[in-house]
């Protein structure tokens, strides 16, 4: 794991350009509400609401690239870009935690536990230095991307954390509130960075299904059978009934780009 992470730093490091690419200049070099002293709360304000790409805005996104501005008194595309890269490594690191709690406690699996530990290590260290990923990284506004990857992954791993534990015990409706609350509070922070955000709680389903199988206190639990099955559904449904009543949306968000 170190060696990866070393690995990962390194190798964007040596690759992070003083410049910047295509939607990362309107977004941050030409946005005259992000290029703020940060004195004023209402800059600040007005510098994460300053785009509206998306229809969240993706604010929390944009207040990282204000603090930053402000911090070192302008835009450096390169430090910009080293950001990211640590962005980049904690969400390593949040995947690992992740894969280290479902895979320990998996009714399905039962691994040991040097099983568990070879695996999350072997898995995060191909996604951190999985080439996919330079695009991301290392075009500076997809830091977007990258914070929306980071708040689901916390989210899955704070969430399960909560959900291991109805393994032994029968969970109360205090327990399922709390589930639903922490599920809500990462999917917010996560879409709030950007849109894909909002697939936390169907990464959530998935998670279930493949390693959980809805057992609870040694059982198997109608109520999460059918609460991971309906949200599972819900989603496969708007995939296959949006394009066929709306195509015409689809269309448009092509319409600024030179391919259909």
């Avoid at 697939?199 to 999460?224: D, K, N, Q």
């Amino acid at each position: 794991m170190a060696v990866a992470v070393m690995l990962s730093i390194t190798i964007y490091a040596m690759h992070a350009g003083n410049f910047v690419l295509l939607d990362s200049t309107p977004v941050l070099y030409t946005n005259a509400e992000i290029l703020i002293s940060g004195a004023h709360f209402d800059e600040w304000r007005t510098a994460a609401l300053s785009i509206k790409t998306g229809p969240l805005g993706r604010t929390l996104s944009l207040l990282t690239f204000t603090a930053e501005n402000v911090i070192r008194g302008g835009f450096n595309a390169a430090w910009m870009k080293i950001t990211n890269a640590v962005i980049h490594v904690l969400t390593g690191g949040a995947i690992w935690l992740f894969l280290v709690k479902v895979l320990s406690h998996s009714p399905l699996l039962r691994l040991s536990r040097e099983q568990v530990s070879t695996l999350a290590c072997l898995a995060t260290a191909l996604w951190l230095l999985h080439p996919l990923h330079a695009s991301t990284v290392l075009y500076t506004v997809q830091r977007m991307t990258q914070l929306a990857a980071l708040f689901t992954m916390l989210g899955l791993w704070h969430t399960f954390r909560l959900r291991v534990e109805w393994l032994e015990r029968a969970p109360g409706p205090e327990d399922y509130s709390r589930l639903a609350l922490l599920g809500l509070i990462w999917t917010l922070l996560a879409a709030y960075s950007k849109e894909n955000g909002l697939l936390l709680p169907f990464f959530f389903a998935v998670t279930e299904l493949a390693l959980f199988r809805f057992r609870i206190a040694g059982g198997e639990s109608v109520l999460m059978r059918w609460g991971v099955l309906g949200s599972l559904g819900v989603l496969l449904a708007g995939l296959v009934v949006f394009p066929l009543l709306r195509p015409d949306v689809i269309a448009e968000w092509y319409s600024v780009r030179d391919f259909t």
